[in-house]
């Protein structure tokens, strides 16, 4: 069973988010436009999901971690947070059904200014964070309270940071990949240049924003 750790907000996070990325890509803000039009596909607990296979206007595209976010982010949603068990079996069957190969969730490795606190070290094992929901996954090491793959590229438990040991790109970002690498489906550390389907969750914090500053609009 994966258990919450909610943290109150992680303002520090919060304002890492709205901080430049290291391309100098940003992190964008809604349009209040395609908030209103946005589709759902799915409701599960509440909240609207969109899957990107889904869409005849995306499916088939894989996009980086940070465009899949911003698409998201647009449309007053996010990129999804498994934050329970019942939540990511959800996901993971839509994922099994359809027959997709990977997809980008919110879950980041906090890896910039602002992440020395004490409560985020060692990074490895207490830096993960669901950056749609600013909040912290259980430790790494807490193997029944997470769905970290138990192999991958290098036959090592997942987070690995395998691409960077190997020369590349640190894997900062999480994944969940299917099968992958004959693995099951479960959660993996990937660079996030890498392109992959993706899945947007309702994200009330935005849609909150929103209609606060469009009154009239039915969001
Ligand atoms: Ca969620
Ligand atoms: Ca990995």
Redesign the pocket.
């Known amino acids: 069973m994966l258990r919450i750790f909610i943290l109150c907000a992680l303002a520090v996070l919060a304002k890492a988010q709205f901080q430049p990325q290291p391309t100098g890509r940003i992190l964008e803000p809604p349009i209040p436009r395609l908030c209103a039009q946005r589709t759902i596909h799915e409701r599960f607990?509440g909240?609207g999901y969109y899957f990107s296979w889904a869409d005849s206007r995306t499916a088939g595209q894989e996009i980086d971690w940070l465009a899949a976010r911003n698409f998201c982010r647009q449309r007053c949603m996010d990129l999804?947070?498994?934050?329970?068990s019942a939540?990511n079996e959800f996901i993971k069957s839509r994922i099994v059904q359809n027959n997709i190969k990977y997809i980008w969730t919110s879950g980041r490795l906090c890896d910039f200014k602002g992440c020395d606190r004490p409560d985020l070290q060692p990074p490895n094992i207490n830096g993960w964070f669901?950056t749609?929901?600013l909040q912290k996954l259980a430790p790494t090491t807490d193997r029944n309270q997470n769905d970290w793959s138990p192999s991958g590229g290098i036959g090592k438990p997942q987070p690995d940071n395998r691409e960077a040991l190997q020369g590349g790109a640190p894997e900062n970002c999480l994944a969940v990949l299917n099968q992958f690498y004959n693995d099951g489906v479960n959660w993996h550390d990937v660079a996030c240049h890498h392109k992959k389907s993706w899945v947007c969750?309702e994200n009330d914090s935005l849609l909150k924003y929103v209609r606060f500053i469009n009154p009239n609009l039915r969001v």
């Open positions: 607990n909240k999804v947070s498994l934050e329970t939540e669901w749609a929901e969750e």
